[in-house]
């Protein structure tokens, strides 16, 4: 073992010149991936947390430069679902033993809080044993606050990119990196699991953004981190940025499952959209999440936030029994609980 990985391993982190090191050569890659994988067995065994995304409205009122379902994109065939509808992609999740639920949206007005409560209430009245993850992006603290009364468990709320001047370069000027970051306290304070993360080879990304990136995770410390790489959408104004790599968002993961042992880490779409084995690379170099689609098949198309997203034709109705097999080859187990972060003292 190289001393570089062997540090890794009993620091459980390093100085900004190593980091910069591993990041900005493929030298350590296979070191690094086999050593992630070693800590996570040590800690998740083979098992594979299983969470059922629910892609319940493309409606959104920002206009992140990266992404599809951006207002501005008119092109878009926008859907809301109604809360019988969630209701009955839950109950079909249920049937295929999810025991997790993710909410995930743009920012949609529609979803006033008393709407989202109405129907977080619905499904933990329904599904009490099990766990509810909402992503619907930056809202009040007293929102916030709300919806965790009403009994959402975790949030996820990707900080994107750490660094101010990276942050204005993908955002327009009403959002700021700072707003982003005081949401991601808030919901911690509040008491939620919580989930940020970061695109990997986003426009103008340097390797001294991806430190700022792993910095700031140390600072938020959450329960969850889920990156992918930036996948071009031919409606954005970053139509002609190249996409990140399957080869940089795999060192990334293995970095992370050093820095962070215990973190819950999914293996993403966009991941297995950039690479057709990126989700079974993604999960040997450490990840331990997997994110089904549950939507309903006929607007699975119309929730493209990148070019060319996978899982969304008919033959993918159930993304389970697929996914099941591919992590089954690739060496390791879906598990059916509710997959909670593990902890040091547990
Ligand atoms: N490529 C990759 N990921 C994207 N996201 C949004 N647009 C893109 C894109 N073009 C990611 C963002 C967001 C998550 C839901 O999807 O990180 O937080
Ligand atoms: Fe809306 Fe999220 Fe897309 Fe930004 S990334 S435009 S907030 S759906
Ligand atoms: Fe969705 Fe294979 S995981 S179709």
Redesign the pocket.
Known sequence: MTDMIRKLRENRDLSDEELREIISSARFDDELISSADMIRREIYSDEVYLRGLIEFTNY?R???F??G???ENKAVNRYRLSKEEILSCCEEGYRLSYRTFVLQG??DPYYTDDRMTEIIKSIKERFPDCALTLSI?EKSRESYQRFFDAGADRYLLRHETAKDEHYRRLHPESMSSQARKECLFALKEIGYQVGSGFMVGSPFQTTEDLIADLRFLQELHPDMIGIGPFISHHQTPFRDFSSGTAALTVRMIALLRHLFPYALIPSTTALGTIDPMGREKGLKAGANVVMPNLSPVSVRKQYE?YDDKICTGEESAQCKGCLERRINIAGYRIVTSRGDAKTAEK
């Open positions: 959104c920002r206009n992140c990266y992404c379902l951006r207002a743009g920012e992006g936030i």
